[in-house]
């Protein structure tokens, strides 16, 4: 059974950038496509972006010029790079694994912009 | 982008109670992909439903949706205590994949 972990700061200051892991154990991420989500209390659930187990991306329209994804398939692991934080980039980040739908989830980490 | 609008906002129903929730789609969700994902406090969302009906793994057949096009029903037939939660529907037809605001199903 695939389980993610999501992995990072849990606090970060405002302009800088925000960078995350999720670790995937039990399987191999070469196979699937993998997302980035957030949750926020005044934006609810947003998807950020997703990376396939070879590295091509799709990113949301409103993230993009800010995010930047990798996939490291030899440590089982994709990441997420978010610069130029402002205090509503507050939220809990999940990484989930992508079949269209979202079929499985890290259990989230909550990352706050402030100074 | 496919704005998803989910209602009620809130839902007042006892155990044993039918459960109808909706979510409604600004343009035609593409091949129906549309996906219900229950979420309860301090966890993350847990997939229900894809392809507008049909369950994810271990999902029990309490739980039930349908729809086409713009508009998408998840039902729960016979609530249990565990149901009570937050249900979300997101749509991954089109990009940016959209999710909806969400309807909370609380014990009256």
């Known amino acids: 059974q695939v389980q993610l972990q999501e992995s990072g700061p849990g606090l970060v200051k405002p302009s800088e950038t925000l960078s995350l892991s999720c670790t995937a154990s039990g399987g191999s991420i070469s196979t699937y496509y993998w997302s980035w989500i957030r949750q926020s209390a005044g934006k609810g659930l947003e998807w950020i972006g997703h990376i396939s187990g070879s590295g091509s991306t799709s990113c949301n329209p409103s993230l993009k010029s800010r995010v930047t994804m990798s996939v490291d398939t030899s440590k089982n692991q994709f990441s997420l790079k978010l610069n130029s934080l402002i205090a509503a980039d507050t939220a809990v980040y999940y990484c989930?694994?992508?079949?269209?739908?979202?079929?499985?989830w890290g259990r989230g980490i909550l990352v706050t912009v402030s100074s | 982008e496919n704005v998803l609008t989910q209602s009620p906002g809130t839902l007042s129903l006892s155990p044993g109670e039918r459960a109808s929730l909706s979510c409604r789609a600004s343009?035609?969700?593409?091949?129906?992909?549309l996906a219900w994902y229950q979420q309860k406090p301090g966890q993350a969302p847990r997939l229900l439903i894809y392809g507008a009906s049909s369950r994810a793994t271990g999902i029990p057949d309490r739980f039930s949706a349908s729809g086409s096009g713009t508009d998408f029903t998840l039902t729960i037939s016979r609530l249990e205590p565990e149901d009570f939660a937050v249900y979300f529907c997101q749509q991954y037809g089109s990009s940016p994949f959209t999710f909806g605001p969400g309807t909370k199903v609380h014990i009256k």
């Open positions: 343009q035609n969700v593409n091949s129906n992909f």
């Open positions: 989930a694994r992508l079949r269209g739908h979202l079929d499985l």
